[in-house]
C-alpha cells in the first residue's frame, strides 16, 4: 500500500479549507470545485485502504518529554476506523454534491465550503486518531466547526444564538472528557490507546476510580453525541442550512461520541457501573426525544429530535456492552437520516424555505423523486422489513431483551413512538390536499439534489443486509429471541403507523396538543431559570461589587482622595514671591514655636 494514502484521506480537506480562504473566497463556482474534489480525494483514499485491509500507518513523534510524556502523530487503521473513514467520507461527498443545488445563490457560498472542509477534516481527525490527545484536538476542532457552519447565517439572530447554544453546551461535556482523559494518562502512563488497553487490567481494584474516569469521558460522548441532559443544543441546530444538518445529524458530529464510546471501549467497560449508567442514559434520551417529536411541527425539528432518540438506541448498546450493535446501528441510521434530512431539505428549497409542516400537504404528486426517497428513508427509521433499519433497531432490542428487561420495555415503547411521529410526518407533508399557497405551487428539485437522494435511497434500503449484518452484528443464538424480538418490533411499528394515519389523515390542523410534549418538557426554560439564578445572578453581584465597592470605594475612592490632596497643595502654587517668601517666614515662626515650646 502507498503510505501516503491515509495522510491523504486527512490532509485533503485541510488543505482545500486552506485554498479556499486564502485565494478563492471570492470564486464560489471554484470554491465548491475544491471542496468537493478533496472530499472525493479522501473518499478515493478510504476506499483502497478498506479494499487491501491496511492495518499500520506512519507516525511521527508530536510531543516528546523524555520519560514523562509521549504523544505521537499517528493513524490508527483497524476495520472499525477504515469502515468508519469510507462512510464519513461517503457520506460527506454525497452532502457536498447536494449543496451545490441547495447553496447555489447564497452570498457565502464559498465560506460555508471552506467550513465544511474544515469540518470533514476534523471529523477524519477523530475517526483516525490513535491516541486521546490528538482525537481531543480534532474533537475540539468539531466544535469549532460545527459552531461556524451552525450559523453560517450569523445576521440571523436565531442562527447565531444556535451556534452559541450548540458550542456552549458540548464545552460542558468536553470539560469533563479532558479530566477523564487526564486521569487516564496518571493511571496508565500513556495517551495511546494501543497501549492504556491492556493497562487498565492493572486499575481493576481500583472500581470507583475506574467508574470515575469511565463517566467523565462517557461525559464527552453526552455533549457531542447530544444526550440528555445535554441534548438541548441539537434540535437548535437545525438553523444552519439543511445539508448541515444532514452532514451534523447523519455521519459526523453526534456520530463522533458515539465512535468514541466504541473506540475506548476499554475504559467504559471497566465498570459495570459506568455501563449501567451509560444504558440508562441513552435509554431515557431515545424515548424523551421520541415523546418531544410526537408534537413538533417544523420538519427539521422532527428529525432533529429523531436523531436524539436514534443515537440514545446507540448509547443504549455501547451501555449493553455491545460495541457491534451500536455501530451496526450507526451506519444504518447514516444513511436514512442524512437520506430524510437531504429530502427535507429538497422540501424546503422547493417550498421557499418553509418547514411548517402544517403548510405544506400533498406534495406526493408535486414532488414525486422527493417523496419516494422520503418514504424509503421514514420506512427505514421506524424499522419496517427489509429495510436497513429493521435490522440494526432489532439488532439492539434483541440484546436489550436478552440483558436489562426495563430497558427493552422502554425501547419498544419508543420504537411505537417513533413509528407513529414518522407516518405522522410523512402524512401531514405528502398527502391529503395543499395546506397553503406554497404548497401548491412547488415543483420537483433539480437532478444535482434528486441524485444524491437517489444514491442515498439506495443504501437505506440495502443497507442492513450482507455488509453489514455480516460486519457488525451478530444475531442472538436463542431461537425465542430471533423471532420474538422482531415480532414485537412489527407490531409496535404498525400500532404506531396505525394510530397515526387514524389521527392525521386528511387533517389540516393539530388535533392533539400536549404542552408538556410541545414545550420540550420545558428544559430550555429550566436551563434559562438556572442559568438567571446562578450564571447570572453571580455576574449582577459581581458587577455591584465591581462598580460600588472596587471603582466607587477602592480605587474611585483612593483616586478621589489622591486628587483632593492635590487640588489643596495647588492652591499653595499661587506664583507670587512675595506669598512665598510670607509662606517661608511662616513657617520659620512654626518651627520655632515646635521647637522651644515642645
Given at each position: 500500500?502507498?503510505p501516503i494514502?491515509?495522510?491523504?484521506?486527512?490532509?485533503?480537506?485541510?488543505?482545500?479549507?486552506?485554498?479556499?480562504?486564502?485565494?478563492?473566497l471570492?470564486?464560489?463556482?471554484?470554491?465548491?470545485?475544491?471542496?468537493?474534489?478533496?472530499?472525493?480525494?479522501?473518499?478515493?483514499?478510504?476506499?483502497?485502504?478498506?479494499?487491501?485491509?491496511?492495518?499500520?500507518?506512519?507516525?511521527?513523534?508530536?510531543?516528546?518529554?523524555?520519560?514523562?510524556?509521549?504523544?505521537?502523530?499517528?493513524?490508527?487503521?483497524?476495520?472499525?476506523?477504515?469502515?468508519?473513514?469510507?462512510?464519513?467520507?461517503?457520506?460527506?461527498?454525497?452532502?457536498?454534491?447536494?449543496?451545490?443545488?441547495?447553496?447555489?445563490?447564497?452570498?457565502?457560498?464559498?465560506?460555508?465550503?471552506?467550513?465544511?472542509?474544515?469540518?470533514?477534516?476534523?471529523?477524519?481527525?477523530?475517526?483516525?486518531?490513535?491516541?486521546?490527545?490528538?482525537?481531543?484536538?480534532?474533537?475540539?476542532?468539531?466544535?469549532?466547526?460545527?459552531?461556524?457552519?451552525?450559523?453560517?447565517?450569523?445576521?440571523?439572530?436565531?442562527?447565531?444564538?444556535?451556534?452559541?447554544?450548540?458550542?456552549?453546551?458540548?464545552?460542558?461535556?468536553?470539560?469533563?472528557?479532558?479530566?477523564?482523559?487526564?486521569?487516564?494518562?496518571?493511571?496508565?502512563?500513556?495517551?495511546?490507546?494501543?497501549?492504556?488497553?491492556?493497562?487498565?487490567?492493572?486499575?481493576?481494584?481500583?472500581?470507583?476510580?475506574?467508574?470515575?474516569?469511565a463517566?467523565?469521558?462517557?461525559?464527552?460522548?453526552?455533549?457531542?453525541?447530544a444526550?440528555?441532559?445535554?441534548?438541548?443544543?441539537?434540535?437548535?441546530?437545525m438553523?444552519?442550512?439543511?445539508?448541515?444538518?444532514?452532514?451534523?445529524?447523519?455521519?459526523?458530529?453526534?456520530?463522533?461520541?458515539?465512535?468514541?464510546?466504541?473506540?475506548?471501549?476499554?475504559?467504559?467497560?471497566?465498570?459495570?457501573?459506568?455501563?449501567?449508567?451509560?444504558?440508562?442514559?441513552?435509554?431515557?434520551?431515545?424515548?424523551?426525544?421520541?415523546?418531544?417529536?410526537?408534537?413538533?411541527?417544523?420538519?427539521?425539528?422532527?428529525?432533529?429530535?429523531?436523531?436524539?432518540?436514534?443515537?440514545?438506541?446507540?448509547?443504549?448498546?455501547?451501555?449493553?456492552?455491545?460495541?457491534?450493535?451500536?455501530?451496526?446501528?450507526?451506519?444504518?441510521?447514516?444513511?436514512?437520516?442524512?437520506?430524510?434530512?437531504?429530502?427535507?431539505?429538497?422540501?424546503?428549497v422547493?417550498?421557499?424555505?418553509?418547514?411548517?409542516?402544517?403548510?405544506?400537504?400533498?406534495?406526493?404528486?408535486?414532488l414525486?423523486?422527493?417523496?419516494?426517497?422520503?418514504?424509503v428513508?421514514?420506512?427505514?427509521?421506524?424499522?419496517?422489513?427489509?429495510?436497513?433499519?429493521?435490522?440494526?433497531?432489532?439488532?439492539?432490542?434483541?440484546?436489550?431483551?436478552?440483558?436489562?428487561?426495563?430497558i427493552?420495555?422502554?425501547?419498544?415503547?419508543?420504537?411505537?413512538?417513533?413509528?407513529?411521529?414518522?407516518?405522522r410526518?410523512?402524512?401531514?407533508?405528502?398527502?391529503?390536499?395543499?395546506?397553503?399557497?406554497?404548497?401548491?405551487?412547488?415543483?420537483?428539485?433539480?437532478?444535482?439534489?434528486?441524485?444524491?437522494?437517489?444514491?442515498?435511497?439506495?443504501?437505506?434500503?440495502?443497507?442492513?443486509?450482507?455488509?453489514?449484518?455480516?460486519?457488525?452484528?451478530?444475531?442472538?443464538?436463542?431461537?425465542?429471541?430471533?423471532?420474538?424480538?422482531?415480532?414485537?418490533?412489527?407490531?409496535?411499528?404498525?400500532?404506531?403507523?396505525?394510530?397515526?394515519?387514524?389521527?392525521?389523515c386528511?387533517?389540516?390542523?393539530?388535533?392533539?396538543?400536549?404542552?408538556?410534549?410541545?414545550?420540550?418538557?420545558?428544559?430550555?426554560?429550566?436551563?434559562?431559570?438556572?442559568?438567571?439564578?446562578?450564571?447570572?445572578?453571580?455576574?449582577?453581584?459581581?458587577?455591584?461589587?465591581d462598580?460600588?465597592?472596587?471603582?466607587?470605594?477602592?480605587?474611585?475612592?483612593?483616586?478621589?482622595?489622591?486628587?483632593?490632596?492635590?487640588?489643596?497643595?495647588?492652591?499653595?502654587?499661587?506664583?507670587?514671591?512675595?506669598?512665598?517668601?510670607?509662606?517661608?517666614?511662616?513657617?520659620?515662626?512654626?518651627?520655632?514655636?515646635?521647637?522651644?515650646?515642645?
Amino acid at each position: 500500500m502507498n503510505p501516503i494514502l491515509p495522510w491523504l484521506i486527512l490532509l485533503a480537506p485541510l488543505v482545500s479549507a486552506a485554498v479556499i480562504t486564502l485565494f478563492t473566497l471570492r470564486l464560489k463556482t471554484l470554491s465548491s470545485s475544491i471542496s468537493i474534489v478533496a472530499v472525493l480525494v479522501s473518499f478515493a483514499c478510504s476506499c483502497l485502504i478498506f479494499a487491501q485491509h491496511t492495518t499500520a500507518a506512519a507516525e511521527f513523534t508530536w510531543i516528546g518529554i523524555s520519560g514523562v510524556f509521549q504523544v505521537p502523530f499517528g493513524l490508527t487503521l483497524d476495520p472499525l476506523s477504515r469502515t468508519m473513514a469510507v462512510l464519513v467520507s461517503g457520506v460527506g461527498a454525497v452532502i457536498h454534491i447536494y449543496s451545490l443545488g441547495y447553496m447555489r445563490d447564497d452570498e457565502g457560498k464559498s465560506r460555508y465550503f471552506a467550513a465544511l472542509s474544515l469540518f470533514m477534516f476534523a471529523m477524519l481527525g477523530i475517526v483516525l486518531a490513535n491516541n486521546f490527545v490528538m482525537l481531543f484536538m480534532f474533537w475540539e476542532l468539531v466544535g469549532f466547526t460545527s459552531y461556524v457552519l451552525i450559523g453560517h447565517w450569523f445576521y440571523r439572530d436565531s442562527a447565531a444564538d444556535a451556534a452559541n447554544k450548540a458550542f456552549i453546551t458540548t464545552r460542558i461535556g468536553d470539560f469533563g472528557f479532558m479530566i477523564g482523559i487526564l486521569m487516564v494518562w496518571i493511571a496508565t502512563g500513556s495517551v495511546v490507546f494501543a497501549e492504556i488497553a491492556p493497562r487498565m487490567s492493572t486499575l481493576a481494584s481500583h472500581s470507583t476510580f475506574v467508574t470515575v474516569v469511565a463517566l467523565l469521558v462517557f461525559c464527552g460522548a453526552v455533549g457531542k453525541s447530544a444526550q440528555f441532559p445535554l441534548h438541548v443544543w441539537l434540535p437548535d441546530a437545525m438553523e444552519g442550512p439543511t445539508p448541515i444538518s444532514a452532514l451534523i445529524h447523519a455521519a459526523t458530529m453526534v456520530a463522533a461520541g458515539v465512535y468514541m464510546l466504541v473506540r475506548v471501549a476499554f475504559v467504559i467497560q471497566s465498570s459495570q457501573t459506568a455501563l449501567l449508567v451509560v444504558a440508562w442514559i441513552g435509554t431515557i434520551t431515545a424515548v424523551m426525544a421520541a415523546l418531544i417529536a410526537t408534537q413538533q411541527n417544523d420538519i427539521k425539528r422532527i428529525l432533529a429530535y429523531s436523531t436524539l432518540s436514534q443515537l440514545g438506541y446507540m448509547v443504549m448498546a455501547v451501555g449493553l456492552a455491545s460495541n457491534d450493535a451500536a455501530m451496526f446501528h450507526l451506519f444504518t441510521h447514516a444513511f436514512f437520516k442524512a437520506l430524510l434530512f437531504l429530502a427535507a431539505g429538497s422540501v424546503i428549497v422547493m417550498l421557499h424555505h418553509e418547514q411548517d409542516i402544517w403548510k405544506m400537504g400533498g406534495l406526493s404528486r408535486r414532488l414525486p423523486i422527493t417523496f419516494v426517497t422520503f418514504a424509503v428513508g421514514a420506512l427505514a427509521l421506524i424499522g419496517c422489513p427489509p429495510f436497513s433499519g429493521f435490522f440494526s433497531k432489532d439488532a439492539i432490542l434483541a440484546l436489550a431483551y436478552e440483558r436489562d428487561t426495563p430497558i427493552f420495555a422502554v425501547a419498544l415503547f419508543t420504537a411505537f413512538l417513533t413509528a407513529f411521529y414518522v407516518i405522522r410526518m410523512l402524512v401531514i407533508v405528502f398527502f391529503g390536499t395543499p395546506h397553503s399557497d406554497i404548497a401548491r405551487e412547488s415543483r420537483e428539485s433539480p437532478p444535482v439534489m434528486t441524485v444524491p437522494l437517489i444514491v442515498l435511497a439506495l443504501l437505506a434500503a440495502l443497507g442492513g443486509f450482507a455488509f453489514f449484518a455480516r460486519n457488525f452484528l451478530t444475531l442472538p443464538v436463542e431461537k425465542e429471541v430471533a423471532i420474538l424480538v422482531p415480532t414485537l418490533a412489527i407490531v409496535a411499528l404498525i400500532a404506531g403507523s396505525g394510530l397515526a394515519i387514524a389521527l392525521y389523515c386528511n387533517r389540516a390542523v393539530e388535533p392533539v396538543d400536549i404542552k408538556l410534549l410541545r414545550h420540550k418538557f420545558y428544559f430550555d426554560e429550566f436551563y434559562n431559570r438556572l442559568i438567571y439564578w446562578t450564571q447570572e445572578l453571580v455576574a449582577r453581584v459581581s458587577g455591584f461589587f465591581d462598580r460600588w465597592i472596587i471603582d466607587a470605594g477602592a480605587v474611585g475612592g483612593s483616586s478621589r482622595g489622591t486628587w483632593g490632596v492635590g487640588a489643596l497643595l495647588r492652591l499653595v502654587q499661587v506664583g507670587n514671591l512675595q506669598a512665598y517668601v510670607f509662606l517661608f517666614g511662616l513657617g520659620i515662626v512654626a518651627l520655632i514655636y515646635f521647637a522651644i515650646f515642645r
